[in-house]
């Protein structure tokens, strides 16, 4: 919980604990201090076992995941071991969505290729993202639109939102969370991104502003079968 700032998240994350036996909650000692936008993510890290123990980070706004999406990177994870990541097919995400442009999800009026790429982290570009997705899935569609061959990247930092690692492969300790796709990986142990766990993220920093004016989260909501 070390990324919790609201009174309502953190009774949130509590009612989670209590609805679903066998999780448990993390909170940091009140000795992790911030650097700029950052908490100390790597002393988290090297609190996990270094061993053959799977983590999955998943960020705290992932607004949709496809059926089976941890199932199927659980066993790209388990079928690769060789990458040092492996990071899912993510919706509004700066290397994602050139991907998903490539395929003709959006046209080329958006400026989507490359990391630093205006359209990537623009509030209006992420409304149109989403807005597309829900479309898909409410076609049923989303199935067939959103795949890409799985590709293995390294050298080139990648938003990585939605990951798979095992635990003795968790050594880095840059407080940045570009740290395991920029720093970490190497020619050896590429980070493979696959194309067939889908996830949607509903915004950056600099989209937070514009969506949070939106109805991108009561959409979702409203047109998307949930349990309980």
Not at 90 to 98: K, R, S
């Amino acid at each position: 919980m070390n990324a919790c700032w609201e009174r309502e998240d953190e009774h949130y994350i509590r009612r989670l604990i209590n609805q679903y036996p066998g999780t448990f909650l993390l909170k940091d000692d009140g000795m992790w201090g911030v650097i700029g936008r950052f908490q100390h993510y790597g002393r988290y890290y090297k609190t996990l076992g270094q061993d053959d123990t799977m983590y999955i980070k998943i960020d705290d706004d992932i607004l949709w995941m496809e059926p089976n999406a941890i199932k199927n990177l659980i066993d790209t994870r388990r079928g690769n071991p060789d990458p040092l990541l492996i990071v899912g097919n993510i919706v509004n995400n700066a290397y994602c969505n050139f991907k998903h442009q490539c395929l003709g999800v959006y046209d080329k009026t958006w400026d989507l290729e490359g990391f630093r790429a205006k359209d990537n982290y623009n509030g209006e570009f992420s409304e149109f993202a989403h807005n597309t997705l829900l479309n898909h899935i409410k076609r049923g569609t989303w199935d067939r639109v959103y795949r890409f061959p799985d590709d293995r990247v390294h050298g080139f930092r990648l938003p990585n939102h939605v990951y798979a690692v095992y635990g003795k492969d968790i050594t880095w300790s840059i407080d940045d969370e570009a740290a395991p796709t920029e720093g970490a990986a190497s020619a050896e142990r590429p980070v493979l991104v696959t194309g067939n766990s889908i996830f949607a993220h509903y915004a950056y920093g600099e989209q937070i502003g514009h969506m949070n004016l939106t109805d991108i989260r009561a959409r979702y909501k409203k047109e998307i079968p949930h349990e309980g």
